[in-house]
């Protein structure tokens, strides 16, 4: 139930005047504001109105179904194609729903019950894949593997993901039942909905006391559960450390420079600057600089706030890269909410390392480079962890 989420500055910032931003002196609001007559301003206004004006009455005289026209659907739909017309694959606008999605992946907390589920569209089978430790889930006796064929009262047919995932999350403390097939049983969970955390760290200790943390992505409470993560293994008497990020595709801005700030030493983490040239610096004082043997993994997924992680062990040289060239995804979205619930996710700023040299679609490059090999003898076997994990035990 989590998407893939870009490298955003912050969160939400504030509320704007309605669709201000969209086009110059909101002339979309405008426009949607005096449909059904023709404004004594017309020639005044921009091209852009006066063609969406006269493509509204030609839908409007001519158009066979008219009458099931949705006009909310239809204004959003310009909306997001105003802001996919930059060409731009980082800049969307997002409905009143999905922004509501979006923040919720950008905190790493939702209300639900805590599973994770994927959509078999050839079999039309909706399963269960991953379920959150201390869950509602969990506690009820959901299992990985189990196939949803209905939540409450709806009965699941040929519904999208995102409708199932609707119909699961609710408010906090209200019950949902799903019922499931597993094996040749069919059973039913009824749950409680609460706050969710999502698990973004895991880690363990691996043999010659070397530490392991995988980090999914760079949500909000990503960076307390990487220190919990450091901490524990530095209890354990841990000899040096392999972060991995491979797959992982960003997230928040400020939680990864909160990350290396546990780890790096001092100086500049990143530096951002937006079109005028205006640069923010983000710093560390190098009062938790690791000083063990340490190795980064990386693969060409790993992305934006990934590759702020990766570059800035590479520059100050207190780790390896290990792995293959990361995505080379350089640059730095703000999302801007609008008073309607809707927002807008903008390419605002470049990034750059402490080197100062940009990798926007160019990528980091790893010290050791080598290809994932798949074992089709040991599905389990990872030639690229064995090389991260033997470079910090030498």
């Known amino acids: 139930m989590k998407k893939d989420k870009e490298f955003f500055r912050g969160a939400l910032i504030g509320a704007l005047a309605m669709f201000c931003v969209i086009a110059g002196g909101n002339a979309l609001w405008k426009w949607a504001s005096m449909a059904g007559f023709l404004p004594e301003s017309l020639s005044a206004t921009s091209e852009v109105e006066n063609k969406l004006y006269l493509l509204e009455q030609m ?7 008219h009458d099931e026209i949705d006009k909310d659907t239809q204004a959003e739909g310009i909306y997001t194609g105003y802001m996919a017309g930059l060409m731009d694959p980082y800049t969307t606008y997002y409905t009143e729903e999905q922004t509501e999605e979006l923040m919720q992946g950008i905190s790493g907390e939702f209300t639900g019950i805590g599973a994770t589920m994927t959509q078999d ?5 909706t399963k269960i894949t991953d379920i959150e430790k201390g869950s509602p889930a969990e506690e009820a006796g959901l299992q990985a593997g189990d196939l949803v064929v209905q939540v409450d009262d709806h009965k699941i047919v040929d519904e999208s993901l995102d409708e199932i ?3 699961v999350r609710g408010k906090e403390g209200t019950e949902v039942t799903l019922h499931i097939v597993r094996g040749e049983e069919e059973l039913s969970f009824t749950m409680t909905r609460r706050v969710i955390q999502q698990n973004t760290v895991e880690y363990e200790m691996k043999d010659g006391q070397v530490g392991y943390i995988y980090v999914k992505e760079f949500d909000e409470v990503t960076a307390s559960q990487f220190e919990t993560a450091l901490n524990d293994l530095e209890a354990q008497e841990m000899n040096g450390l392999v972060i991995d990020i491979r797959d992982n595709p960003g997230g ?6 909160e990350m290396l ?8 983490i990143v530096t951002t600057k937006d079109r005028d040239g205006t640069a923010e610096e983000y710093t560390c004082d190098g009062a938790h600089e690791f000083t063990k043997p340490l190795a980064v993994l990386v693969n060409g997924s790993s992305a934006s706030a990934s590759e ?7 520059d100050y040289g ?3 890269i290990v792995g293959e060239t990361t995505f080379g995804k350089g640059v730095v979205q703000d999302v801007i909410g609008l008073r309607d619930g809707s927002s807008v996710k903008i390419t605002t700023a470049e990034y750059f390392p402490p080197s100062g ?14 290809e994932f090999e798949q074992d089709p003898n040991d599905p389990e076997a990872d030639n690229q962890l064995e090389k991260a994990l033997e470079i910090v035990r030498q």
């Open 59 to 65: 839908v409007d005289k001519y158009y066979l179904y």
């Open 165 to 167: 995932v609707k119909w």
């Open 261 to 268: 700030r546990q780890i790096l030493p001092e100086g500049v």
């Open 121 to 125: 569209l050839e079999n039309k089978t």
């Open 252 to 257: 928040n801005l400020d939680t990864v420079v």
């Open 308 to 314: 702020v992680f990766a570059a800035a062990v590479k």
């Open 357 to 370: 040299e940009s990798i926007n679609k160019k990528g980091v490059k790893p010290d050791v480079e080598i």
């Open 318 to 320: 207190i780790g390896t």
